[in-house]
């Protein structure tokens, strides 16, 4: 499962955004700062919803996606003091561009870049914290005690260090496998995968909708980061409508898809993510894991028992699956694959695992 990290400066719409894409009504308690506000976002799925079509299950049983927000005052610090931000696979930071005046702009102007950029610099600031508390460490262990491993967490620390001290994040750092390995535990902010979410002026609708005008384009190249646009507040009115009258307002303003939609797909492509599916009388379900996945591991997404006990996976493209109807008939014209351990499953798979118990 993705888990995605709201983040962003006071009042910029992350609680709106967190109401519209958790489909709640309910926002973090300003009062504390200690813990996130942590939600689950449905992700959209028209392939699943052709597969209940078809199959009829009891249940449709979509991926999911788990959403902490931060609370505004909490500042860059509560990031990395709470979980769930520094276990956060991607983050997705929440930028300014709507201009209504009632709501007031902690930096006294409405300026997305500006936001993106001092953001990212406290990112950096946080990591380069950590950095050389661990250098700190690891300098008088060494002396104590010479190691490999230690000097080997030494070398990329020290790499890290001078990156971030030239203002580079760390995601932007091409590191080997077991450099990467080793920095891992850190959890390091600046590392994350990072979108930024544009909450436009509704004035900026459709046009704004890619995400990234002006001289947002060059703050995202710096950082190596993605961006969409989407309207919270708005979108968050027009998910409170019926579906007759949301569409006929969605459509005037040129929103052809939801803003959940936009952001769960912008973060799929940024993390590399796919969905594999699977199918039975009693539900179909979309699953996530990251491009690249082998089907053992992939089978371990759904319980650890289907990993451990792996015997052989059967696995069905979408699209057959589509033209047969189900999986007998796929069965029947040759289209079911048995597969093993080591296949790597593709975006759209149909997955039946055998396995022993
Ligand atoms: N006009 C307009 N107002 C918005 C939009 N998104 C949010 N707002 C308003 O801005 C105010 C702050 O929104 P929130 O979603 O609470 O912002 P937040 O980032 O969670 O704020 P904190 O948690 O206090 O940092 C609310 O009054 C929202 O209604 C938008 O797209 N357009
Ligand atoms: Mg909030």
């Avoid at 902490?68 to 979980?83: F, K, N």
């Avoid at 001092?118 to 950096?124: A, G, R, S, W």
């Avoid at 450099?179 to 850190?186: C, E, N, S, V, Y």
């Avoid at 006990?309 to 694959?337: N, Q, W």
Wanted: charged share 30%; proline share 4%; net charge negative.
């Amino acid at each position: 499962m993705l888990r995605a990290a709201l983040i962003g400066f006071p009042s910029v719409g992350k609680t709106t955004l967190f109401q519209l894409m958790t489909n709640s009504a309910d926002g973090p308690d300003g009062s504390r700062r200690t813990e996130a506000h942590v939600g689950v976002a449905r992700v959209p799925e028209p392939r699943l919803d052709r597969l209940v079509e078809l199959v009829q299950p009891k249940k449709r049983v979509p991926a999911t996606v788990e959403l902490a927000e931060m609370a505004g005052h909490g500042g860059t610090r509560s990031l990395l003091d709470i979980a769930a931000f520094r276990e956060a696979d991607a983050l997705l930071h929440v930028v300014r561009s709507f201009r209504d005046e009632r709501v007031p702009h902690t930096s006294g102007s409405v300026d997305p870049e500006r936001d993106a950029r001092t953001m990212e610099e406290e990112l950096i600031l946080a990591d380069l914290g950590v950095a050389e508390r661990r250098l700190g460490r690891l300098d008088q262990d060494l002396k104590k005690r010479p190691d490999d491993g230690l000097r080997a967490e030494q070398a990329v620390l020290r790499e890290c260090q001078a990156a971030l001290e030239a203002g580079i994040p760390l995601r932007r750092l091409s590191l080997d496998a077991p450099a990467t390995k080793r920095l891992r535990g850190f959890q390091f902010l600046s590392a994350k995968p990072l979108l930024v979410v544009n909450n436009l002026d509704e004035a900026d609708l459709p046009d704004g909708l890619a995400g990234a005008a002006s001289g947002l384009q060059t703050v995202l190249s710096d950082a190596g980061a993605q961006a969409v646009g989407v309207c919270a507040k708005i979108e968050l009115e027009i998910a409170q409508l019926d579906e007759e009258a949301a569409s006929a307002f969605s459509a005037d303003l040129g929103l052809t898809e939801s803003g959940l939609d936009r952001i769960i797909r912008a973060s799929y492509e940024l993390l590399g993510y796919i969905s594999f599916f699977t199918v039975g009388e009693q539900e179909c379900r979309a699953w996530t894991v990251p491009r690249g996945t082998v089907a053992q591991d992939a089978a371990g997404e759904i319980h650890t028992d289907l990993s451990r006990g792996f015997i052989r996976a059967e696995v069905v493209p979408y699209t057959d699956f589509i033209e047969h109807g189900s999986l007998a008939a796929c069965r029947e014209h040759g289209r079911m694959r048995l597969e093993g351990k080591e296949y790597v499953v593709r975006d759209g798979d149909i997955i039946t695992y055998r396995f022993a118990t």
